[in-house]
């Protein structure tokens, strides 16, 4: 059984940083693209980051040049950088493991809250 643990959320002023850890168990993460979404009080879920097994990177325009997603493969654990942080980044950030060939996602954490705010 996989499972994906998020971490390091908190409250942060705007302007601020932080870095997101998303560690698997169960399997190894080396042979995956791995995402981040995030989801707000009231709305879908959304695209952040993506990272191929190859380390190549796309993300949201909303975040694009603030933020940067990166992997250890020795450690199995993907990380989002955060920086220049902004209100409207608030919400709850999910990382999961894309299947294979495919676009959906098989495995998601239970997700970690950032706050921005003064």
């Known amino acids: 059984q996989v499972q994906l643990v998020e971490s390091g959320g908190g409250l942060v002023q705007p302007g601020g940083s932080l870095r997101l850890s998303c560690v698997a168990s169960?399997?190894?993460?080396?042979?995956?693209?791995m995402g981040w979404y995030r989801q707000a009080p009231g709305k879908q879920r959304d695209f952040v980051a993506y990272i191929t097994s190859g380390a190549n990177t796309n993300y949201a325009d909303s975040v694009k040049g603030r933020f940067t997603i990166s992997r250890d493969n020795a450690k199995n654990t993907v990380y989002l950088q955060m920086n220049s942080l902004k209100p409207e980044d608030t919400a709850v950030y999910y990382c999961g493991r894309r299947l294979r060939g495919s676009l959906r996602y098989d495995y998601w954490g239970q997700g970690t809250q950032v706050t921005v705010s003064s």
């Open positions: 169960g399997s190894t993460i080396s042979d995956y693209g």
